[in-house]
Structures are given as structure tokens and as C-alpha cells.
């Protein structure tokens, strides 16, 4: 058996393991993990979609650019969120050890171990091509901040309720002339 059949033939147990070891880096992944519905559930069912399409890039062996597309569409969610770039990045190096693991499990597919090298070579581009997708968006992110700030719509969107911070001021000046 040659490698490409054999990652082929194990495609669905690797995507299954690869997207459970993903979706396990949130706080919410049991949510992501079981709820179907794409639109009650888009980033699970973005990380699914995004990583399944990046795996079938990887098999037939297309250039970075061409999957680039569907790494966008799982790393511009995690550069939303609070991860550092490191855990933004690290699902993308995590399916040469999910492959391992697949691999080590079938007596079948424990000698193609020795032939990986090529395979990690190309999750490492992806991984390089992703850690790049994940500082544009947060250079956009930033950017997007920077012009709420300039323009002070930050006061509408990050600021408490005006009539509140109006009424706390009140309590506060009527305690002090209290004392």
C-alpha cells in the first residue's frame, strides 16, 4: 500500500480525531463538538468544513495558495479569540501526530510510517501559510480597533449604558456630600 492510498483510506478516522483534538481547545467544545446545526454551531461547523477541505488539499498535493482558503476559514476564527498565535496555529501541526496515531493503531499502515517526511513537509507549509493568515487577521482586528478609537465609536460599543454611568455619578457626588 502506498502512503497516498493509505491516508486516503483513513481519512475519515484521521479528520474525526484531528477535528475532536481541535475543537477540544475551547472552553465551549462540547457545544462545538455535538450541535449539528451550522448556523447554532458556525464555528464548529467552520473548523469541520475548513479542516476537511485542508486535508483533501494535502492529499492531492496542491500548492499552498490553493488551500489557503480553507485554512483561512478555521485560523481567522481563532485570531478572534484568545488564543496566542502559537495555540492558533498548533491544530494545523497537530495532524502529523493524529496521521502517527492512526497509523501506529493498523498493522497495515505502521511501515508508511517511515515515509511520512514529505507529508509533515507539507503540514508544515500549511502551518507557515496559516501563522501567516492568523497576523493578517489580527492586524486587521487591530486596525479595525485603532479607527473605533479615532472615530469614538468605542463609547457606543465598550462603554456602560450612558443613563447608568450617569446614575452611578449621582450616587457617588450624593454619598460624598453625605460625609
Not at 474525526?16 to 454551531?41: C, H, M, P, V
Not at 490553493?66 to 476564527?77: C, H, K, N
Not at 502551518?127 to 472615530?151: G, Q, T
Request: proline share 3%; with cysteine.
Amino acid at each position: 500500500m502506498h502512503l497516498s492510498e493509505a491516508l486516503k483510506q483513513k481519512r475519515d478516522k484521521i479528520l474525526s480525531l484531528w477535528i475532536e483534538r481541535t475543537l477540544d481547545s475551547y472552553i465551549s467544545s462540547g457545544f462545538f463538538k455535538q450541535s449539528k446545526d451550522r448556523f447554532a454551531n458556525p464555528v464548529g461547523a467552520n473548523i469541520k468544513e475548513g479542516l476537511s477541505c485542508l486535508f483533501t488539499a494535502l492529499l492531492k498535493g496542491v500548492e499552498p495558495k490553493e488551500y489557503a482558503e480553507s485554512l483561512d476559514q478555521v485560523i481567522r476564527i481563532r485570531a478572534v479569540q484568545d488564543f496566542t498565535p502559537a495555540q492558533a496555529v498548533a491544530p494545523i501541526l497537530e495532524l502529523k501526530w493524529v496521521v502517527k496515531q492512526v497509523f501506529s493503531a493498523d498493522k497495515e499502515c505502521r511501515p508508511l510510517l517511515a515515509e511520512l517526511d514529505s507529508f509533515d513537509c507539507d503540514v508544515d507549509r500549511a502551518a507557515l501559510v496559516a501563522f501567516d493568515l492568523y497576523m493578517e487577521s489580527r492586524d486587521r482586528l487591530h486596525k479595525a480597533r485603532i479607527r473605533e478609537l479615532k472615530s469614538g465609536s468605542y463609547i457606543l460599543t465598550d462603554s456602560a449604558c450612558a443613563s447608568a454611568v450617569v446614575r452611578q455619578n449621582l450616587q457617588e457626588v450624593s454619598q460624598i456630600s453625605k460625609h
